[in-house]
């Protein structure tokens, strides 16, 4: 194996650390853990907004359902320093009741202290007859 393609797969491992990270840090409400996990100007969309800096990802994610968030079917593309990443999620509720389901769209960068998310958004599958 070239040491190329060594590293390649080393930022593919890296980077799926972080989305396990990120699901972590929610369920476990690790606020500050959570917004760590974006650069100093990542974005979280989701519901139509945008959430940028670390105490305004604190504030989304602290009043965010408590659950579980399982991640899966994790497509990533390198190009250098940055990635383009897709994956599905569900999110279980407390009671054990599927929350929601959809697809993450990832722009993630490479920084002095590893991967982080530059822009994370949060796609909702909707019913195949929702308009």
Request: negative net charge.
């Amino acid at each position: 194996m070239s040491e190329q393609a060594g590293s390649e797969t080393s930022d593919h491992e890296k980077i799926r650390r972080l989305l396990a990270e990120y699901c972590l840090a929610c369920d476990e409400c690790r606020f500050d853990d959570f917004a760590s996990l974006f650069g100093e100007d990542g974005v979280m969309r989701a519901f139509r907004r945008d959430w940028v800096g670390h105490d305004t990802l604190v504030g989304f994610i602290s009043n965010a359902p408590e659950g579980i968030h399982i991640n899966s079917a994790v497509r990533i593309d390198l190009d250098g320093d940055s990635a383009e990443v897709l994956s599905n999620f569900a999110f279980f509720t407390l009671e054990n009741e599927l929350g929601s389901i959809g697809t993450y769209a990832d722009t993630v960068v490479r920084d002095g202290d590893g991967w982080r998310f530059a822009r994370r958004e949060i796609r909702m599958a909707k019913p195949s007859n929702a308009s």
